[in-house]
């Protein structure tokens, strides 16, 4: 069974550019979460999605940040204009529906870099 | 308010020692427990979890953790520890669809 995939791997932007990350969870896997964590910090959640709703996003800050998630599958997440406190790495994280005792499984990350 | 705490930002440890890392939580009911694991440049893996039941839990990679309740405590434990843990752990906690994660601590491994 594939893992979440997750792409690119490494971005390296300047300030005030726009920049896209993609994230594929694992087949089956109703909920996805993207989480910033910066470093030596742990994971913060920026937003959730049950299929294509979005059902948390009280964190992400709306006024740069946008997510979409299109037939409940792949997830797109968005920083328009990227500032330099920015850079973090960017964490999908999907866990099969149903309810319960269920664990998240993590996609590698995107490592953000802004200039 | 929720929250996780792992009072130790890095410990470093000679290659097989024993190692203990702490990890306290302040949450409404009981919730599920986690422990992962992160290497450089990479994702977390999960180490353990604790749903019910038996209150010392067995993972991966010879790690064991226990919950205790009474001290609001899941605390990792590995009996003998190879130069290859040397990484980042994060507990967190949550139920459902929600998680919350500690900051972490930062695992070193000296010959």
């Known amino acids: 069974e594939a893992g979440v995939v997750q792409s690119p791997r490494y971005k390296i932007i300047e300030k005030k550019q726009p920049v896209a990350f993609w994230c594929n969870p694992i087949s089956g896997h109703n909920t996805l979460y993207w989480y910033r964590q910066n470093l030596g910090q742990g994971p913060e959640l920026l937003i959730r999605?049950?299929?294509?709703?979005?059902?948390?996003d009280s964190q992400l800050p709306k006024d740069r940040f946008s997510a979409e998630r299109l037939k409940g599958v792949d997830s797109t997440l968005k920083i328009q204009p990227a500032e330099l406190g920015d850079s973090a790495v960017y964490l999908c994280?999907?866990?099969?529906?149903?309810?319960?005792?269920?664990?998240?499984?993590f996609g590698p990350g995107t490592r953000l870099t802004v200039l | 308010a929720q929250s996780v705490t792992q009072p130790d930002i890095h410990i470093t440890v000679s290659e097989g020692a024993s190692l203990e890392l702490r990890c306290n939580y302040s949450y409404g009911a009981t919730p599920y427990l986690f422990w992962y694991v992160q290497s450089p440049g990479q994702g977390l893996q999960l180490l353990l979890k604790y749903f019910s039941g038996d209150t010392l839990v067995q993972g991966i990679k010879g790690f064991e953790a226990e919950f205790k309740r009474s001290q609001s405590s899941f605390n990792l434990r590995k009996p003998s520890v190879h130069w290859s843990d040397a990484a980042e752990y994060f507990c967190?906690?949550?139920?459902?669809?929600?998680?919350?994660f500690g900051s972490g601590t930062r695992l070193s491994v000296k010959p």
């Open positions: 967190a906690v949550g139920e459902q669809s929600t998680f919350i």
């Open positions: 994280a999907s866990i099969p529906g149903g309810g319960g005792k269920r664990e998240q499984f």
């Open positions: 999605y049950e299929n294509e709703e979005a059902v948390d």
